[in-house]
């Protein structure tokens, strides 16, 4: 009976653990194109749901759940292409409809920024109260002031 609790245990925390993985969600608009000069940009916007962890593994996730998302960008269409994941907040989230300039003033809700200039990344910063905190190319810690 013991090893029937215990096992009943696991599962109900697995199916928990499963239900609170982190999803990327569309925010609308999701994608804001433009012109500068000549060249094509594009911006998509995106928030987080569920659990993530500011380790290794919680930034590797991350990557995946962005390229799972962005997959069908042809990142090589744009000069610059940027991503920014907002954590969700009683603001940002499924309801959301207040556009990309509503956005402004909320660098403290953002979990990461990339971007592609000319179809190669350039920039991935994790980013935690508004500071990265850490660069997912170079693989190292930072502490600065993140200026969109």
């Avoid at 907002?86 to 300039?101: C, D, H, Q």
């Avoid at 971007?115 to 660069?135: A, P, W």
Wanted: glycine letters at 6%; hydrophobic letters at 30%.
């Amino acid at each position: 009976m013991k090893n029937l609790i215990i096992l009943f245990t696991l599962f109900v925390a697995c199916i928990q653990n499963k239900s609170e993985d982190l999803q990327l969600i569309a925010l609308s608009p999701k994608t804001y194109e433009f012109k500068a000069g000549e060249n094509k940009n594009r911006i998509d916007y995106f928030f987080s749901e569920g659990n993530f962890s500011y380790n290794s593994s919680g930034y590797e996730n991350l990557r995946n759940k962005i390229d799972e998302k962005i997959k069908e960008v042809n990142v090589k269409e744009y000069h610059l292409y940027s991503v920014y994941i907002y954590k969700e907040t009683g603001v940002i989230n499924k309801e959301y409809k207040n556009g990309r300039e509503g956005l402004d003033g909320h660098n403290q809700d953002l979990l990461a920024y990339l971007r592609y200039s000319e179809g190669k990344m350039d920039i991935f910063y994790i980013i935690d109260q508004g500071n990265v905190m850490y660069d997912k190319l170079s693989d190292k810690e930072e502490s600065f002031q993140f200026d969109q």
